[in-house]
């Protein structure tokens, strides 16, 4: 953490984003959604999704028009195990919530559930719906598709959302198992931390108009938008490191984000129309699987977790000191900050004095200001 970072805690920060949710138009009950959502991402050290978006990302696309912030859910199609849903461009955490409990509620009465969602908005870090499910002894899975971002293997162009493929598995450790992660090497949150940071990005993330790399972050973050730069897939540039695999998946989810749901895609979401910022219109898609409806819970947390600890207890490599599994490091991060709270650095300094100003939210006193 940069020195001029100061910590706050996680209460206090979760109260702020409740109310300036609130000060923008969106009911206290699903404030305390969103608030939740971007709390749960520093909590699990996921900093590039957490109070870090509550600006740029939900409060001026509300002040833009771009979302609504009174979420009116609809429920277009439902059958036993499956619902569609339209969010009419509302919340995306809440359209996100309800559409995964739906597909709980189902997956209870008959062994599977599935939502597929359209027209919402960015709806946070996927591993909070997946660990909803992991919570009541289920699997979640999860994915959504977003603003083009992604060139496809042997292209420059962006034309993919970083499209996460998300899943959560229940353990009989801690912790557990959740694999949330983009299907590109890196995505935007990352690169605005970098920002943020006043740091440079890898080699690799990022393919220019030329076909090689960019690591110019500020430039960057603005041709994304502009269509001057694109995220790699996993795998990277070309079919060296197979990064075919990478564009696959991320079609995958977003043929799951939009087929399914009749919802758009692609350039579709690109937030613009001749240059004028418009509404997103994303698309999730949202699993639960009950455990129970194909063997006992405890005997598939115990095989789970027996899989994991054989992993970290594989061979390291030289000069490495632990093997990780998926959803360790943010359990560590969450045993690391407990007690401290959320790193705010300079810039989220200054959004929270913006937010705290323009919303006449005078109840909150921060150290830095």
């Not at 771009?66 to 461009?89: R, S």
């Not at 890898?202 to 972050?217: C, F, K, M, S």
């Not at 603005?222 to 990064?243: F, H, M, R, W, Y």
């Not at 000069?319 to 998926?326: K, L």
Request: aromatic share 8%; with cysteine.
């Amino acid at each position: 953490m940069s020195e001029k970072s100061h910590w706050i805690s996680f209460n206090t920060m979760e109260q702020f984003m409740v109310d300036v949710f609130m000060g923008v138009g969106v009911p206290e009950e699903d404030a305390k959604i969103c608030a939740d959502v971007l709390i749960t991402s520093d909590k699990r050290g996921i900093d590039s999704h957490g109070i870090g978006r509550l600006k740029p990302i939900y409060v001026d696309r509300i002040n833009e028009g771009i979302i609504n912030p009174v979420t009116n859910l609809e429920v277009v199609k439902e059958g036993p195990t499956t619902a569609v849903i339209d969010g009419h461009n509302g919340m995306g955490q809440v359209i996100g919530r309800r559409a995964m409990e739906m597909a709980i509620e189902k997956a209870e009465a008959y062994g599977m559930g599935m939502a597929a969602v359209r027209n919402s908005n960015h709806y946070g870090i996927a591993g909070y719906y997946t660990l909803m499910a992991a919570e009541k002894g289920m699997i979640g899975i999860t994915g959504t598709n977003a603003r083009p971002s992604i060139a496809p293997t042997f292209g420059v162009e962006n034309m993919l959302g970083t499209n996460p493929l998300t899943f959560g598995i229940p353990t009989d450790e801690e912790f557990p198992f959740v694999l949330d992660c983009a299907t590109s090497i890196s995505q935007r949150g990352k690169i605005e931390v970098y920002a943020r940071e006043g740091k440079e990005l890898p080699a690799g993330w990022v393919i220019g108009e030329d076909g090689t790399t960019r690591t110019d972050t500020e430039q960057v973050l603005k041709d994304l938008v502009s269509g001057g730069a694109a995220l790699t897939p996993l795998g990277g540039i070309g079919e060296e490191l197979a990064g075919y695999k990478g564009y696959g998946y991320a079609a995958v989810v977003e043929i799951l984000s939009a087929a399914l749901q009749g919802g758009v895609f692609l350039k579709a979401l690109t937030g613009l129309d001749n240059g004028k910022k418009v509404q997103y219109h994303l698309g999730h898609f949202f699993i639960a699987i009950n455990i129970e409806a194909f063997t006992e819970l405890d005997a598939f947390k115990k095989t789970t977790g027996d899989i994991l600890r054989e992993l970290r207890a594989s061979k390291l490599a030289p000069g490495q000191e632990r093997i990780y599994t998926a959803g360790e490091k943010e359990h560590l991060a969450w045993e690391y900050r407990k007690d401290k709270g959320v790193p705010v650095n300079e810039a989220l300094q200054r959004d929270i004095i913006q937010l705290k100003k323009a919303l006449n939210l005078t109840q909150y006193k921060f150290d830095f200001e």
